[in-house]
Every structure is written in C-alpha cells, then in structure tokens.
C-alpha cells in the first residue's frame, strides 16, 4: 500500500467514526496529504527510511507540532502556537511518519477519563486518560499509533480500556522537550500501537538523548525488535502475592493467572514476591504530582483561572496546599519506594501484574464498590495499580490480556531501567498466548 492510500484510508475512517469517537482535537487533513505524496514520491525514488515511512500517527494535544495549536484540550491555551517541533514529534517525521491530527487528552493530562472521547468498544464508556485521545484512535483505526504521555498511568490506562498496547519507558529515555508537563518528575513519553513489534518500532525511533532535556539520557537505544521473538524460555517473572490483585475484579485475576501459567509452560519461571510500602504508593505519588502540577500552573491560573474546567482547576487549587515539607518527605518516600523494587529485581527479570483492576467503566461510576465493602473513589482505581512505576521510573507495557463482557481488560509488564527490550520480549510471548487484533471481538466500528 502506498503512503497516499494509506493515509486517505485512514481519513476515510476518521470521516466515518470521529463524530461518535471524537478522538481528535483537530485534524491535519492536508498537512497529512502533503506529506504522504512527498513519502510516496521518496519511495518511488529509492530513498525509504523505514518502518515508520509513510505511517499515520495520532499526536496527543500535549505535543508542540509547529504551526498547530497545543491546547492541550484547555481554552485556557486555545492561542498557544509553537514555532517549532517537539522532539519527538522531529524524530518522527524524520522517520518519515506522518501526523494524522491532535488527539484529546483529559485537560492538561490532569484526569484519568478523557471525557470529550469515547470508547470504540462501547461509546458509552471511558477511553481512559489521560492519553485517552490517542488510544481511542488507534483502537478505531484512526491512526496507526498514537503518541502519549504517562505520569501515574495515562499511557497504560487508556490502552486497556481501549484494548491496545501501551508503553511507559524508563523516566529519561525518550526526551519531553516542547511536551507539555503535568508533573515533571513523574512524566514519562511513549507511544501507543495495536501490537506490541509496533510498540517497539515507535519506541526505537522516538528513544534517545536529547541536549534540550536535562532528564534525558545517553544511554545507548538498542535494536527492540533483536531479541522480541526469543519467548519466555528461563526467563524469570516475577508474580506480586499482594496489594496488585487484591480488589481487582474476578474475571481480570482470572485472566491474568491463566496467562502467567500459560507462559510458566512455555518456560518462563514464575517467582512470588511481597510488595511492601503499597500503602503509601498512591498518596506519594498524588503529593507529588499535585505539588508539581500546581507550580507549573500557578501563572496561568492566577491570569486564567476561570478558563479551566472545573475538575482540574479544583485539582489545582488543591496542590497549592500542599506545604514544601510534605512535598520534600513525599520525595524522600519515592526513594523508599524506589529501593524496593531494586531488591525486588534481584530475582527476576520483569514483573507481571493488572493495568486496571476493571474493563472500562462509565464516566457517572464515580466510587468503586469491592467485595468486603471497600470503596474508592474512581480515579484511585485507575491510578493505584499504574502509578507505582512512574515513581520508581521503571519501564512498564501494558497489552490485552482479555474481554469481560466485550470490553478489553489488560496485562501489564514492568522492568528493569533501560531494558525496554525485555519487557517487549515478554510481552511478546504474551500477545501470540493472548490473542492479536483480529481475533476475538473487535471495536464496535
């Protein structure tokens, strides 16, 4: 398929399922047509530079892509125009992918529901967030893979509900120049696809040191795809006994231990482990965020405070509460946290757990009610089994793993820093056990 065919394919498909999906802020419709006859025409003339030639892409509004609005689906920035790219977005194009559009993200990525887009899998469930824009796109078809951002799981969050795969790499491997931040210190960029080889094409392309990001690093980026097909034999991974499968719905548990005996037969050892300091994963990593997220706004919500939706501005309101002695002490906790999944590691090589405790629920499900009577608030049950590793900055994917009542649920992976090529080869075995696109239900479009 030629780079033209394939990008009016995907706008056709926009044309047919974006009024129900609304996935997009904005799409390049021209921009994109130009784009893929310069891609055909270098084709044609010998000059290919990969994979990614001639790919569409979804871009979540939190990207600079010059010349287009970087809203991050806010009015308080409808007028916010970057004169150049960011770096990601530069290392992409120069892969020869093309952007398709600017996808919706919960404001200012501060939400887990995304609630302008809805799920291609039932429209009257969340997609997930705060990247859920990028998933749902990916998900319909709209895009080959999407671009997101992941600071307590809003990579990994929408790609369950939506039933894709996402990746959160190692904090420092992909650069966040010209992407706008939630909480710096907890951000991660990664991308968004329907398998987990397009996972690590993406990823390969976008990984890499960036002079513009004093978090990036030089660490070299390897060849994802070398060893992805190498299975499970001897490898070792590790299965939490605690806190990941307590309150997590039945049929998800299920799924998942099937799995893991599943990849136990094909080779792979299964190695039980205690986490410790669960109980203060999520309030570390919400002191954090909140705190950072509040500095970062703290103009903008002083001169357009009334702009904001109300959600986030409460949010915001709220990490200016925060006292400098409890944000200092929530960072020394994240070391605490940190070291422990350090000695952890010393005796497997990736760790398999839930994304989600649940399928995608409706956006009015605001409490989550659990056998024994517990109850929490929805955003803690989308956030409690993810944001764990964006305080410890390890790399974490997430595939489907499953359906409950014909919505996806998923599989997560977490690994050692800088060794994203693991978790792909786990996670690879695990998509030939669990099924690809194609087979079992399929999106609703």
């Not at 194009?93 to 609630?115: D, L, N, V, W």
């Not at 989550?368 to 764990?388: A, H, K």
Request: hydrophobic share 40%.
């Amino acid at each position: 398929m030629s780079p033209i065919d394939l990008v009016e394919a995907v706008l056709e498909r926009i044309e047919s399922v974006e009024p129900r999906i609304n996935a997009f802020v904005n799409v390049f419709t021209e921009a994109a047509r130009t784009a893929a006859r310069v891609a055909e025409a270098e084709v044609s003339s010998g000059h290919y530079r990969g994979p990614l030639h001639g790919i569409p892409m979804a871009v979540k509004d939190l990207f600079d892509v010059e010349g287009s609005a970087t809203t991050a689906s806010s009015k308080v920035r409808a007028d916010y125009f970057p004169s150049v790219d960011a770096h990601v977005i530069t290392l992409l194009r120069q892969a020869g992918a093309i952007a398709i559009g600017k996808s919706h993200t919960h404001e200012f990525a501060y939400g887990g529901i995304t609630p302008q887009s809805h799920n291609p899998w039932d429209l009257t469930r969340i997609t997930g967030g705060s990247s859920g824009g990028s998933a749902a796109a990916v998900a319909a078809g709209e895009a080959l893979f999407g671009l997101g951002t992941d600071t307590a799981g809003s990579i990994r969050i929408p790609s369950s509900c939506c039933g894709v795969v996402g990746i959160k790499p190692t904090y420092g491997r992909v650069s966040r120049h010209g992407v706008t931040p939630l909480s710096p210190s907890l951000d991660h960029v990664g991308p968004l696809a329907r398998t987990v080889r397009d996972a690590a094409l993406v990823l390969e392309v976008m990984a890499g040191y960036d002079a513009k990001d004093r978090t990036s690093s030089a660490r070299s980026v390897p060849s994802y795809l070398t060893s992805i097909e190498d299975g499970v034999k001897d490898l070792r991974i590790g299965v939490p006994e605690n806190y990941f499968f307590e309150n997590c719905s039945e049929v998800v548990v299920s799924g998942i231990e099937k799995l893991a005996k599943r990849l136990e037969n094909d080779g792979a050892r299964l190695v039980p482990f205690t986490v410790h300091h669960a109980d203060i994963y999520s309030s570390v990593e919400f002191c954090i965020a909140m705190a950072e997220a509040s500095s970062f706004h703290d103009s903008m919500l002083n001169e357009r405070g009334h702009l904001y939706l109300d959600d986030t501005r409460a949010r915001l309101e709220a990490g200016r509460t925060i006292a400098a002695t409890d944000y200092i002490h929530a960072l020394s906790l994240r070391d605490i946290i940190a070291d422990s999944w350090r000695q952890y590691f010393e005796d497997f090589d990736v760790a398999l757990t839930p994304t989600l405790p649940f399928v995608a629920p409706r956006p009015d499900e605001e409490t989550v009610v659990w056998s024994g009577g517990f109850s929490e608030p929805l955003d803690n049950s989308l956030t409690r089994l993810n944001c764990p590793h964006n305080l410890t900055g390890r790399p974490a994917l997430t595939l489907r793993c499953g359906f409950d009542r014909g919505l996806p649920y998923g599989v997560q992976f977490i690994g050692q820093p800088f060794d994203e090529a693991t978790v792909f080869r786990a996670a690879r075995a695990a998509e030939k056990l669990a099924g690809s696109w194609g087979e079992g239900p399929f999106p609703l479009f």
